[in-house]
């Protein structure tokens, strides 16, 4: 069975530019989150999809960020337009249930230039 | 503030030699704590999970401990070998409230060398 899977794996942008994160869950998993590691912190929350709809988007830093997950399957993570503080490891996670266990994929590393 | 504050921040050890992580928590309502390990380049896999009335609880060389009255965990890992390198996240689940139900540590990198 394939992990949850990430693309792109890097990405590097300058300052004002837009970037789009992907994320693949296990199949069959309804849930869905977004955390992000900024360099020298812990790994933070940002977001939490049951199918397409948005459980809990407390942790979205601003609206800079926009997270979508139309059909259920992939999420996208957009950022626009990107800043400084934006750079850190993007971590995308699926669950069967919301209290069970979370299955993390490979992160996705931005650099904002 | 629910926080998770791990020790030490990095260590280095030689292979076969045995290493404890230590978890301090101040997380409420305590869920469960688990500890996870994440290999450079790849995201964070558990490697165990303990519950309010579990105190210890093992996975291979991994053994991990929970002591929740004084909201205390450590993870004991055995005759390390070279595949140990990593960093180890100890991350505590929270009943309910904003900002998702997982609080993670800092992580401690550990460094097995030959």
């Known amino acids: 069975e394939a992990g949850v899977t990430q693309f792109p794996s890097h990405s590097v942008i300058e300052k004002g530019q837009t970037v789009t994160l992907r994320c693949d869950p296990i199949?069959?998993?309804?849930?869905l989150y977004w955390y992000r590691r900024v360099m020298g912190k812990e790994i933070k929350f940002l977001l939490h999809?049951?199918?397409?709809?948005?459980?809990?988007e407390s942790g979205m830093p601003n609206n800079r960020f926009l997270a979508e997950r139309t059909g259920g399957t992939y999420s996208t993570l957009k950022v626009q337009p990107a800043e400084l503080e934006d750079s850190g490891v993007y971590f995308c996670a699926s669950s069967q249930d919301p209290f069970g266990e979370q299955f993390f994929g490979p992160g996705t590393r931005l650099t904002v230039l | 503030k629910n926080q998770v504050e791990q020790s030490p921040q990095s260590l280095i050890i030689l292979e076969g030699k045995n290493c404890t992580l230590q978890?301090?928590?101040?997380?409420?309502?305590?869920?469960?704590l688990r500890w996870y390990k994440q290999d450079t380049g790849r995201g964070p896999v558990s490697l165990t999970i303990?519950?309010?009335?579990?105190n210890t609880k093992s996975n291979g060389r991994y053994t991990a401990t929970l002591d929740a009255d004084t909201k205390q965990s450590s993870l004991h890992i055995t005759a390390s070998q070279l595949s140990d390198s990593a960093s180890y996240i100890c991350v505590v689940r929270h009943y309910g409230g904003s900002q998702g139900n997982l609080i993670f540590g800092k992580g401690t990198k550990l460094s097995v060398k030959p």
């Open positions: 199949s069959g998993h309804d849930n």
């Open positions: 978890c301090n928590y101040t997380v409420s309502p305590f869920s469960n």
């Open positions: 303990m519950t309010f009335s579990e």
């Open positions: 999809f049951v199918k397409e709809s948005k459980q809990d």
